[in-house]
């Protein structure tokens, strides 16, 4: 499926529409954390993100139909900033396929995950949600970490520093994009609980995944928090994957009324 028959689609929906020259496709999104109803666009022209005045329409547009949604996000391509009061919700980075510069690590050793790992993989997911979602109630029921464990795709790579387990890298593999239509893996979280060895542990596993993923486009996200010291994490954590071999491919930009 192309861009071109996402939004053929989205037509017949009736979620394709049209502000100062430039399409948009927008449908109300639950954040499957907090639970805040939004509203999602989903697609816009590429020259939209760029033109302050489509910007500010499409955002008292949306408003003005959709006042019972707490904010909007907004997906845009290729890292291209917005102004206040937009702000960075989720970025999408992309492995570029080229070696990590950090030195490997003879002590840190990478494995496929084995079925008795599963609580480990769990219980690392548990922990990157509450990171990414401060302050919110997440334990193993929760359903995006119960979807991940049960994908079909889904390849876990575990850690190991003295043959001690130390962290994971979780992929799913036959992932696809709404919007193009393209085949992608998903890189859902890599974290690490020793924090010496973390540089070279977490080089390890993305080499491990972008081994195991083949050709197919690799992809992993940050999520920024509202609260100001996660939110300043979450940049070092980006800033930090920008070098070693990613690069933003689209962000979702968050605003409120």
């Not at 480990?120 to 193993?140: I, K, S, T």
């Not at 790579?157 to 919007?179: K, M």
Request: glycine share 6%; charged share 25%.
């Amino acid at each position: 499926m192309s861009t071109q028959a996402y939004l053929e689609r989205a037509r017949q929906a009736g979620l394709l529409d049209e502000i100062l020259g430039h399409q948009y496709v927008a449908d109300k999104y639950d954040d499957p954390v907090s639970g805040r109803p939004q509203l999602l666009v989903e697609y816009c022209d590429p020259g939209l993100p760029g033109n302050p005045e489509a910007l500010d329409a499409l955002r008292d547009r949306l408003r003005e139909r959709h006042g019972q949604a707490e904010a909007v996000l907004l997906r845009v391509p290729d890292g291209v900033p917005l102004p206040q009061p937009w702000r960075p919700r989720f970025t999408y980075v992309r492995h570029d396929r080229r070696p990590d510069p950090a030195p490997a690590d003879p002590v840190v050793r990478v494995r496929a995950a084995r079925p008795a790992d599963a609580t480990l993989v769990r219980d690392w997911l548990v922990q990157a949600f509450r990171n990414a979602y401060p302050g919110q109630e997440v334990d193993a029921e929760h359903s995006g970490i119960a979807d991940t464990m049960a994908n079909h795709g889904r390849l876990s790579f575990i850690a190991e520093v003295a043959g001690e387990p130390v962290g994971h890298g979780t992929v799913l593999t036959d992932e696809r994009d709404e919007v193009t239509g393209e085949a992608f893996a998903e890189l859902v979280d890599i974290l690490i609980d020793d924090a010496e060895h973390r540089r070279a542990a977490t080089s390890a596993l993305v080499a491990a995944i972008a081994d195991a993923t083949g050709e197919r486009r690799l992809c992993g996200h940050v999520v920024h928090p509202h609260e100001p010291a996660a939110a300043r994490q979450a940049d070092t954590v980006l800033q930090s994957l920008l070098r070693s071999g990613w690069s933003v491919d689209h962000a979702f930009w968050e605003s409120t009324w």
